[in-house]
């Protein structure tokens, strides 16, 4: 063991009466331990909070997690690399672009190989939109919480927007496995780009209406402001990312810190304040969509440039061809015709290719994206197999939910809702 | 916390830096990567983060990896980030499998609190002196260590309308 000083977190002002009851003069024994959760509705999913009350003041927060836990780092051990895409996108369901993309860059970075232009911007494009849908969860959520359900029904109604973009490219409205190792799947059609267009017309005055409703109405104000703060300090020694941490006043951003997928040319700002409580952050996701729609607006100009989607290595790239048939996506006819029936090696290549898949050299590598909710880590092992050997999931939701006892340890038990809204956990990506 | 003056390191720059200490410092894949002994751990982790030049001070993930029939069995992996800098440093420490246990960080840094514990439910590696080793994502009384590679993917009694659902591997209809 060492002498080296420790990093304490930070015990701020006392958080309870001392045991003396006031009025009476008696000494006080009894507190109330109840369980917020697994089902509590503002428990965003299956966290539990054990809560020690004394009155209606928290002395002690415990969170217990795991009610989600699906094994998904073990499962993608026994899968080959292109069906890991389809496991991680279910972690965090609430941004499942940002799981597909950083697991992709890592597994890419093992290949060395990078995806083509044009591929970067969608994979830019549809982040920062994810970005603005996940943002829209956490407000009408948030918003539900708090009593404000005008607020809730606006975030829904704007969300499905989203939805409906993400299905008109993917095909699905979550769980979409778009990102692909070398690429994506497949082109955005043009109608996809129309309504993202039109989304970009009809936005700004909707998150005007938002700030109009809560900016400055005293309710909301009364529920967040000076609720759940978290210092600088405290937050990093948590390790809490992402909007909690840049509302603590610390500008860091994996976009600008260690850009990925070409965010270095585009022109954006990452909002920062300095009050570390619930009131900030809410203001710095509303300023985050903002800049959100300003990178979706340049990838959009961007393109215009038309070039391929997916690597052309062939060792790499997913041999099938898609089209839209009668029946849905599928297998290209012609695709099909030319595996079938004209050439036998193409038959056995793209046999190989969907059994076995790309072989993915020896190494480990950990790829960071910054996904709504922080600083969103692919921790990737080969040895050099058709199969993953460990793949492990840094996922923001997990470690900024250990802030939470911090955060409402010696405040009203009311408070505590405020504070888990405001630190938006998703407990896909807590449980894995 | 504003950005300072200090360029980031190159993982060559970094690698060769933290060399000043720990010999064992590779590069590979533009990330430089530690190996440090146990013994070693906490000491060098002080010395990462509080040295101006490199200034690890953010844990971003603890984690462990599994190598049966190997020696060391174990490596558990820090991933520490500089949030001045914007470089990153992976420090590995290697276990034997009938010895793995490790001195916890979690009064260096608050944050792997939770990583250890969920490593532990995974590995069965015991983080010595950690504040609160109890199960964190697996349930209470869960036996066996689920990510360890001896482990079967659904190795679990299933038991559903009477069948037992056997483990992935040693099924036969599909």
């Known amino acids: ?432 | 916390m504003s950005s300072s003056a200090v360029a980031r390191l190159s993982s060559l720059e970094l690698a060769e830096r933290v060399r000043v200490r720990c010999s064992d410092t590779v590069v590979s894949r533009d990330e430089a990567t530690a190996i440090v002994d146990r013994d070693e751990l906490l000491d060098t982790l002080v010395w990462l983060r509080d040295d101006d030049d490199l200034s690890l001070g953010f844990c971003s993930s603890v984690t462990a990896t599994d190598w049966p029939g190997s020696d060391p069995r174990f490596w558990v992996v820090y991933e520490l980030r500089s949030m001045e800098h914007h470089h990153r440093l992976r420090v590995k420490v290697g276990l034997a499998g009938d010895d793995a246990h490790l001195p916890s960080v979690t009064p260096l840094f608050p944050t792997a609190d939770w990583h250890e514990r969920e490593t532990h439910d995974f590995y069965g590696i015991v983080f010595d002196g950690h504040p609160d080793p109890r199960p964190l994502l697996m349930p209470d009384g869960w036996e066996g260590y689920p990510l360890r590679k001896t482990e079967e993917l659904g190795g679990v009694n299933t038991r559903f309308h009477g069948a037992f659902i056997p483990p992935v591997d040693t099924r036969t209809a599909t």
């Open chain 1, 1 to 432: 063991m060492t002498d080296a000083p420790t990093t304490p977190i930070s015990q701020g002002e006392p958080r309870v009466n001392d045991a003396v009851d006031e009025r009476t003069g008696e000494i006080r024994q009894e507190t109330m331990i109840i369980n917020m959760g697994p089902q509590h509705p503002s428990t965003h999913g299956v966290l539990r909070l054990l809560l020690e009350l004394d009155g209606e003041t928290v002395i002690t927060c415990t969170p217990i997690i795991g009610y989600l836990h699906t094994g998904i780092e073990k499962n993608t051990e026994y899968r080959t690399w292109m069906q890991g895409v389809t496991f991680v996108t279910r972690a965090d369901y609430l941004s499942p672009f940002f799981n597909e993309l950083g697991y992709c860059l890592a597994v890419e970075r093992l290949l060395g190989i990078e995806a083509p232009p044009r591929a970067q911007v969608i994979r830019v494009l549809m982040c920062e939109l994810n970005r603005i849908s996940s943002h829209l969860v956490w407000l009408a959520t948030g918003g539900l919480e708090l009593g404000a359900v005008s607020v809730m029904l606006y975030g829904f109604r704007e969300r499905e927007v989203l939805m409906d973009i993400f299905e008109e490219i993917t095909g699905l409205r979550m769980n979409h496995a778009y990102i692909r190792i070398g690429g994506v799947i497949m082109d955005i059609p043009a109608v996809g780009l129309a309504k993202i267009e039109r989304f970009l017309k009809d936005m700004p005055a909707r998150i005007d209406d938002y700030e109009r409703l809560l900016d400055a109405n005293p309710i909301w104000l009364e529920r967040n402001v000076g609720v759940g703060v978290l210092s600088a300090a405290d937050a990093l020694a948590l390790g809490v990312t992402g909007p909690v941490l840049r509302a603590a006043g610390v500008a860091a951003d994996v976009r600008k810190d260690a850009p990925y997928c070409g965010y270095e040319t585009y022109d954006f700002d990452v909002p920062v304040r300095a009050q570390g409580d619930a009131y900030a952050r809410y203001r710095l996701r509303i300023e985050e969509m903002r800049e959100s729609m300003k990178i979706v607006r340049q990838c959009l100009d961007r393109l215009e440039e038309p070039g391929p989607v997916m690597v052309e290595d062939p060792k790499v790239a997913w041999p099938a061809k898609l089209s839209v048939g009668p029946d849905g996506i599928g297998n290209d006819p012609a695709y099909v015709t030319h595996i079938m029936e004209e050439s036998m090696e193409a038959l056995i290549h793209h046999f190989k290719m969907v059994t076995q898949g790309v072989e993915v050299p020896a190494g480990e590598v950990y790829q960071v994206v910054e996904s709504p909710r922080g600083e969103l880590g692919f921790y990737v092992v080969s040895t050099g197999e058709h199969r993953p050997y460990r793949v492990k999931i840094r996922d923001p939701s997990f470690v900024n939910l250990q802030a939470i006892p911090k955060m409402v340890e010696g405040f009203l038990v009311a408070d505590a809702i405020a504070a888990i809204a405001s630190l938006d956990p998703v407990m896909g990506g807590v449980d894995r």
